[in-house]
């Protein structure tokens, strides 16, 4: 069995170029794409939505709350 390490080898490579193929696509594309996933991936979403509820109220919390601190920056420098 290969280690982590291994199977790092390169990775930084193939990062690199998945970013400059993503922003080669177009909105449509990358639409495509995301509804591609949701229809491959929903039973086993819906299957874990428990077991990910805590975490994800949380992390859209936690993003509330940068937006609203966002927000009221631009408001204190406007």
């Known amino acids: 069995m290969q ?3 291994t199977l790092r080898e390169g990775w930084a490579e193939i990062d690199e170029i998945e ?3 993503l922003r080669r696509m ?3 594309e990358s639409l495509a794409d995301w509804l ?3 229809r491959a991936f ?3 979403l819906l299957e874990t939505a428990l077991l990910f509820a805590k975490e994800r109220r949380a992390a859209l919390a936690e993003l509330q ?3 609203r601190r966002l927000a ?3 408001a204190d420098r406007g």
Do not use: S, V, Y
Request: charged share 25%; proline share 0%; glycine share 4%.
């Open 26 to 28: 177009t909105i449509q």
């Open 72 to 74: 009221d920056w631009q």
């Open 3 to 5: 280690g982590l390490d």
């Open 65 to 67: 709350a940068r937006l």
């Open 42 to 44: 929903e039973a086993q």
């Open 19 to 21: 970013t400059r193929l």
């Open 36 to 38: 591609a996933l949701q």
